[in-house]
């Protein structure tokens, strides 16, 4: 789990892109999910406004504006990452992000997620934001690293190999 956020585009241009640069090539593919459009860098800029519009769209919902502010960021993330020896394809690793973010009572917000293959092991980033695009709540994901543990726990109990024997 990353640190928070304030910057979905800052967050593109370090996840959609080779490290220290403009190039692409460590990126195998990507996903929206949540969002009107399937481009990664649009989903980005369209996060970004919802958060911006967070207000907005709670006036719309018919929520006050009343309540404790957030001061931390929308931009929420984690990796998935899986064994060297182990090699899911595309569908088994969106899965296991989209189940993730289910269990982070995530998977209704906007999110893009982005397989990279510049390491041994294959691994996704996912990029959330924590503000919901219809009620333009902030999401607090409490206890967030006890449940993606939990979560990978399971994952490899299913999976009926355990790698991780802590």
């Not at 990664?40 to 907005?56: I, P, R, S």
């Not at 929520?63 to 990796?79: E, Q, W």
């Not at 503000?131 to 399971?154: C, F, I, N």
């Not at 109990?157 to 355990?162: C, K």
Request: aromatic share 8%; charged share 25%; proline share 4%.
């Amino acid at each position: 789990i990353a640190s928070r956020g304030q910057s979905f585009i800052g967050a593109g241009l370090y996840y959609l892109h080779d490290k220290k640069s403009s190039t692409t090539k460590r990126v195998d593919w990507t996903y929206t999910l949540n969002l009107p459009t399937d481009n990664a860098q649009d989903g980005l800029e369209w996060m970004a406004w919802t958060a911006m519009n967070a207000d907005k769209l709670k006036l719309m919902a018919g929520i006050k504006l009343s309540g404790r502010k957030s001061t931390a960021g929308a931009v929420y993330s984690f990796s998935l990452s899986w064994h060297p020896k182990q090699k899911p394809d595309k569908d088994t690793m969106l899965q296991a992000a989209i189940d993730a973010l289910g269990q982070l009572k995530l998977d209704e917000h906007e999110a893009v997620i982005i397989s990279h293959n510049d390491t041994d092991h294959p691994h996704v980033h996912v990029i959330c934001n924590l503000v919901h695009p219809d009620t333009g709540k902030m999401a607090v994901p409490s206890y967030d690293r006890l449940t993606l543990s939990k979560w990978a726990e399971q994952y490899e109990r299913l999976s009926g190999e355990i790698l991780c024997k802590q």
